[in-house]
């Protein structure tokens, strides 16, 4: 944002001296739209022409060299229209908005309507306080007709927008039959409904969205009836939607996705790099893709964490009924997704290529159910096929994960699972990466923490808990049978769990797994690098290790949660030991009073 001049007071001899020096100059005034209608135009050098009213019925007054125009008050729209209109033609516009409620839902005007034609001139508006606006049918709350850049801030972190599109039109964005374009939020709490057939942010009634980004704020966003949330509205695309930041929830109208197209339209270069998403798509729809009909093109994730929902015969990521899927990539953040009735978590009705998750993603993906006449859909991958010669045919798997680091993860759930469900079902495949992540910061050990297999009872640093391996080995006979037992115990362990999943078994696998597993280890306190890796092979499959030791004549007690962050053999010494105190400090724990 281009430096503003800050609003003051000139003394007498301060504003003579101005005077002698500038031709104009230069104020900054409040304007009240409880008084009548406010048209705000940008000039040069980010200065501003005002007309305005002071009294309702009054004549129309004008205030040149405006730096900073903020408008407040209230308007119920019960008599003549009362609107901001902000004009962009003669450069960047600048407009605070410091507790405005205008409401004109009975007038066929939109609350505030953004305009210019030159492509290089952009509005700002930055919101300060509470912020209510209400259209008439068929314009958007904020109507977007600027060649320019739509853009929404709150630098303060002081304000809130609650905005609502007339019927057939978007919240922000288009008015009836017209586009969103180029719209920006960074900032500010947001929430935003779109009209009949229309967007929350992007498109009116048979409007796209395109060039909508997202990098900061909280933003609601429900779309009207057949329209996305953010995107593309009744027959229209979503395209080129960026999410970089900030705390997003995007419930689709029926037929339509959550970000994306609306029904019979698609959703297309959708990326997701930061923030928190959530996002519901509406029945046959995708939650980020596609609406029924509509293809889920290009759709990339590559940090946040997202959370999607399909609807009723719709793709959680990917597209709605009857449309294709190509071009999905996740390589990084953490992605929650479910399909809805017969469709993938992850992919479309038809695919051309496969999902190609890579880096350190880490996906939990849940296909939609089956039942007597069709099958369940994939996890990642296609619909289900139906039924053929009476056989039901489930949906098919369509997943590259060859990049996939080995900081990664991919967990697919049996199908009908609900994202509420997951944290308590044992996933039907686990995928681990191969490939060392480049990018991994293994954390610092402790001084002497890992040196050597010993025991409590032979330690002759006392009160010094990060060096406690320097003391004397153990009989290594004794050592090789505590590892062994060890090893035997978690491995007969992980083995059975494995047994129960292949043999169909799911509720006696998930109740072993709930139980986790508990070593206690008396006075050993020291694991080798062969030992860790079955501990962290048992925390990816979802199993909690927790371990029982003592150091220093004191018991503690430490837990390896399931699917953990931090590997255990990362923390292993270049010798190829880690001391539990290492543990302790990582996973954390408690003393033990038994």
Excluded at 136 to 158: M, R, S, W
Excluded at 362 to 373: I, L, M, P, S
Excluded at 510 to 535: M, P
Aim: proline share 3%; charged share 15%.
């Amino acid at each position: 944002m281009k430096n503003r001049i800050v609003k003051q007071l000139l003394g007498i001899s301060v504003a003579t001296v101005l005077f002698a020096q500038m031709p104009m100059l230069a104020f900054a005034f409040d304007y009240d739209i409880s008084k009548g209608d406010i048209t705000i135009t940008a000039t040069a050098d980010d200065v501003h022409t005002v007309t305005y009213y002071e009294s309702e019925g009054v004549e129309q007054k004008t205030a040149p060299g405006d730096t900073d125009p903020v408008i407040f008050g209230e308007y119920a729209g019960l008599g003549p229209v009362h609107k901001v209109t902000i004009n962009a033609d003669g450069g960047d516009a600048y407009v605070t908005f410091q507790g405005v409620n205008i409401d004109e839902w009975s007038n066929r005007v939109p609350a505030v309507a953004v305009k210019g034609t030159d492509a290089n001139n952009d509005v700002h508006i930055e919101l300060n306080g509470s912020n209510i606006l209400k259209s008439g049918a068929e314009h958007a709350g904020i109507q977007d007709e600027l060649e320019g850049e739509l853009i929404i801030t709150d630098v303060d972190n002081n304000g809130s927008l609650t905005v609502t599109g007339g019927q057939y039109a978007a919240a922000i964005g288009g008015g009836e039959n017209a586009n969103g374009t180029d719209i920006t939020i960074s900032g500010g709490t947001i929430n935003a409904t779109g009209g009949q057939n229309a967007t929350a942010i992007g498109g009116g009634y048979g409007g796209a969205g395109t060039n909508i980004t997202i990098s900061g704020g909280t933003v609601t966003a429900t779309g009207g009836q057949s329209a996305a949330a953010i995107g593309g509205s009744l027959e229209s695309d979503g395209t080129d939607i960026t999410i970089s930041g900030g705390t997003v929830t995007a419930t689709g109208g029926s037929e339509a996705a959550a970000i994306g197209g609306g029904r019979e339209g698609a959703g297309t270069n959708i990326k997701i790099s930061g923030g928190e998403v959530t996002a519901t798509g509406g029945t046959s729809a995708a939650a980020i893709g596609g609406g029924t009909n509509g293809a889920g093109t290009n759709i990339t994730i590559s940090g946040g964490e997202v959370t999607a929902t399909g609807g009723y015969m719709g793709s959680g990521i990917g597209s709605g009924l009857g449309g294709t899927a190509s071009g999905i990539t996740i390589s990084g953040g953490t992605v929650t997704a479910t399909g809805g009735t017969y469709f993938p978590g992850i992919g479309g009705y038809t695919m051309t290529d496969d999902v190609i998750i890579s880096g350190s993603a880490t996906v939990n993906a849940a296909g939609g159910a089956g039942d007597e006449n069709y099958g369940a859909g994939a996890a990642i991958g296609t619909a289900s096929d139906g039924s053929s010669f009476g056989i039901i045919v489930n949906g098919t798997e369509k997943l590259d994960s060859s990049g996939l680091y080995d900081t990664g993860s991919i967990n697919t759930y049996p199908a009908g699972t609900t994202i509420a469900q997951m944290s308590t079902t044992q996933p039907t495949t686990t995928y681990i990466g191969t490939i060392e992540d480049p990018n991994a910061v293994i954390p610092p050990n402790p001084s002497g923490q890992n040196d050597k297999v010993i025991t409590s009872d032979n330690n002759n640093n006392a009160g010094d808990p990060n060096n406690n391996v320097t003391s004397d080995t153990s009989p290594v006979d004794e050592a090789h049978a505590f590892v062994a037992s060890t090893d035997a115990k978690l491995q007969e362990h992980i083995n059975k769990i494995l047994a129960l999943i292949n043999s169909g078994k799911i509720a006696e696998a998930n109740a072993l797994i709930a139980n986790g597993i508990l070593l206690d280890t008396g006075r050993w306190y020291t694991f080798n690098k062969d030992t860790c890796a079955l501990i962290e092979k048992a925390s990816q499959l979802g199993i909690k290790v927790t371990l029982h030791y003592e150091y220093d004549h004191t018991k503690y007690s430490t837990t390896i949660p399931a699917r953990s962050m931090i590997s255990p053999v990362s923390l292993c010494n270049a010798d190829g030991f880690v001391g539990f105190m290492n543990f302790y400090k990582y996973y954390g724990g408690f003393v033990r009073s038994n």
